[in-house]
């Protein structure tokens, strides 16, 4: 039984990033479990705040990611780059010990509404996960655009060759959390 703890970039109820991840929830292979983490309550990132004391929130959110056997990361991409929700959490992340992130098998996915699906956005997290030492899936890639067309007005992915990749990223996820596991 695999636990995966999921983040979305994007906290507005109605986002497509969060409904991806209910879909990715959908399409796991069986022994593979997800809880969406709910993190709006970390403050912004501020040294003197980190002085005073790690946020409760931060606290929180590490905890439930080192509990975890993996982290998916679903996020929007805000101006050719990572949202600055996830970045902040991020970044309060990686000042705490121990740092939750390191070896921490990680999938990620994007969904915009432009046609390029946040792969500008991916890469960079990718380069920021990968600072922190976590162990971030490479294959298959999962970049969904024009979200507006794949999703119905029920935020239902409807769009068969999504569902299909997305399924795909699940069953290489709990594989790759599997290999590590092992090691
Ligand atoms: C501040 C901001 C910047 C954005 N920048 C981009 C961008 O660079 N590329 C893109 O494809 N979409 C961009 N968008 C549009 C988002 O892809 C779209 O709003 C998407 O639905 C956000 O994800 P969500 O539905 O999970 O909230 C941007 C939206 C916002 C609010």
Redesign the pocket.
């Known amino acids: 039984m695999a636990n995966v703890l999921a983040l979305?970039?994007?906290?507005?109820a109605?986002?497509?990033?969060?409904?991806?991840l209910k879909a990715a929830q959908e399409l796991m292979p069986e022994g593979m479990k997800m809880t969406i983490a709910d993190y709006a309550q970390v403050p912004l990132y501020n040294q003197d705040v980190q002085d005073q004391g790690i946020p409760a929130a931060v606290t929180q959110l590490r905890e439930a990611i080192l509990a975890a056997d993996g982290l998916l990361i679903?996020?929007?991409?805000?101006?050719?780059?990572v949202?600055?929700v996830l970045k902040n959490a991020i970044d309060w992340l990686s000042r705490v010990s121990p740092q939750p992130f390191k070896d921490k098998p990680v999938a990620i996915l994007s969904?915009?509404?432009?046609?390029?699906?946040?792969a500008?956005?991916q890469y960079e997290l990718r380069k920021i996960l990968g600072c922190l030492d976590a162990l971030v899936l490479l294959k298959p890639e999962v970049f969904i655009?024009a979200?507006?067309t794949r999703f119905d007005a029920d935020l239902k992915l409807t769009d068969q060759a999504t569902r299909k990749i997305l399924g795909d990223q699940m069953v290489a996820f709990a594989a790759w959390m599997d290999r590590l596991a092992k090691r």
């Open positions: 979305t970039g994007s906290l507005r109605r986002s497509y990033n969060l409904a991806a679903a996020s929007p991409e805000y101006n050719f780059s949202s600055g969904v915009t509404a432009g046609p390029v699906g946040g500008r956005s655009g979200c507006m």
